[in-house]
């Protein structure tokens, strides 16, 4: 959306830690009425600016807060509120997971779980669900998803975050067991968890611990940028007791990067930005 000067819209006070884009967060004692903030991400997080990257940031500018919305009873609204819960019964379906981790942000983790998704659709299984667990929340992420096929796409948002930063942040592990409830009692053939940044930032590591509680079993991708980076990521993972199943990523796009990352990681490495049906997967 494209605002224009004298714009009013809603937004909600929040933390970025992004490794390529900004960093910043919410003051000490929240926003202020009347005081100027930054828009710290495309989906509407305001807060202080701590910090950003060189690149070109189409979001990124000061808006005045004119204050909180409020609802019926005059109290003010949290998207706490509007958080998704488990369907009706709330059991676990048992469906199969696919968790897409990278090793930066902007690596390609998007690219590898649609591509999961075609594969998916392509071998009949109708119903999958999309999950982005981690990171700043993006609507135009689960768009894709959605575009692509996916029966329902989620992010932090629908379990009562903005984005899961900052790191360390306490409480959050219930919601992550909340988010994976949801998701996992929805009767699916397959369900995509991508985590968005890396592995260290963004409560990852915590979000990594409920869904291995849960799916010990779930195949891993692991998106890299090179080699060394897919070797680093194998090695985090294996901190966390989890293996890849398969390497993908800019690590797989020429024959010489392909060979190198299996060579040392000993994993298959594929990309799945081609338009294959992956059989590696399954």
């Not at 109290?75 to 696919?98: C, H, K, M, W, Y």
């Not at 629908?158 to 930063?165: A, E, H, I, N, S």
Request: glycine share 14%.
């Amino acid at each position: 959306m494209m605002l224009a000067p004298g714009d009013v819209f809603l937004g909600t006070a929040g933390y970025r830690e992004s490794t390529r884009w900004v960093v910043g967060g919410v003051p000490d004692g929240g926003l202020v009425p009347g005081n100027n903030y930054w828009v710290l991400a495309e989906s509407g997080v305001v807060g202080d600016l701590v910090g950003d990257s060189p690149r070109a940031k189409s979001h990124l500018g000061q808006v005045k807060f004119l204050g909180v919305v409020s609802g019926e009873d005059s109290q003010a609204l949290n998207i706490r509120q509007f958080a998704e819960s488990a369907t009706a019964g709330g059991a676990d379906q048992a469906a199969p997971v696919f968790l897409v981790v990278g090793t930066s942000a902007e690596v390609g983790k998007t690219t590898a779980g649609i591509a999961i998704l075609r594969a998916l659709r392509f071998k009949g299984q109708s119903t999958v669900i999309a999950l982005k667990a981690t990171g700043t929340s993006s609507i135009t992420e689960l768009g894709s998803y959605l575009d692509f096929g996916a029966t329902r796409a989620f992010d932090c948002v629908d379990f009562g975050l903005p984005t899961t930063y900052p790191s360390g942040r306490d409480g959050i592990a219930p919601i992550f067991e909340s988010g994976l409830e949801a998701c996992l009692s929805i009767a699916a053939d397959a369900v995509i968890v991508e985590c968005g940044g890396d592995m260290l930032g963004a409560n990852v590591p915590v979000f990594l611990g409920c869904l291995k509680r849960r799916r010990p079993d779930a195949k891993v991708i692991l998106v890299a940028a090179d080699a060394p980076g897919a070797v680093g990521g194998q090695r985090m993972l294996q901190d966390m007791g989890l293996s890849p199943t398969l390497i993908a990523g800019p690590c797989t796009d020429t024959p010489t990067l392909q060979q190198r990352t299996e060579a040392v990681c000993g994993v298959p490495a594929i990309n799945l930005s081609r338009d294959e049906t992956h059989d590696e997967l399954f």
